[in-house]
């Protein structure tokens, strides 16, 4: 009865599941959860409004992808023609710091877009102002690394 191929397979099955199960557990670890993938995206967004923030121009660079494109109040620009428009920010001491809100993440594949409410407070020398903008953002995963590829922002203009 022993040597039944009944028997012997499932002898087998005791040996192969252990293997199996391992095996999976070590592949799955390697594998981003979705959770992880979205925190991913979301510090990609945050690094790259951190370098506007700081007129960090590398590290803006480093988050978008080559053929970045920004969509602004009828304008296209893209990574270059943006920091043209930072530096002369910089020069005249304005300053600009972010909040982000309702924030929702899709991911597929390799792509992720996502959608947002950005407000911004805009300090000079002269005083501060709130400016809000709607905004969607398109990311490309390369090398493992999530990149910005496309921004459109669109102004919330205050109703007088």
Known sequence: MVNSPIVRGASLMK??????????????????TPEKETEAI???????????????YAALQSSCTSEYVLIEDGATWNIDSLIHIMKGLQESKLRITYSFH??????????AWM?????????????????????????RKEQSTWRMALLHSTRIRQRR
């Open 42 to 56: 979301k510090q990609t967004l945050f690094s790259f409004f951190d370098a506007i923030s700081n007129f960090d």
């Open 115 to 139: 959608t947002y409410e950005n407000v911004g407070i805009l300090s000079a020398e002269t005083g501060a102002d709130t400016l809000r903008w709607v905004e969607s953002a398109l990311f």
């Open 102 to 111: 309702n924030i929702d993440v899709r991911i597929e594949g390799n792509i």
């Open 15 to 32: 040996l192969g599941c252990p293997l199996i199960l391992g095996v999976l557990l070590v592949a799955c670890g390697q594998v981003r």
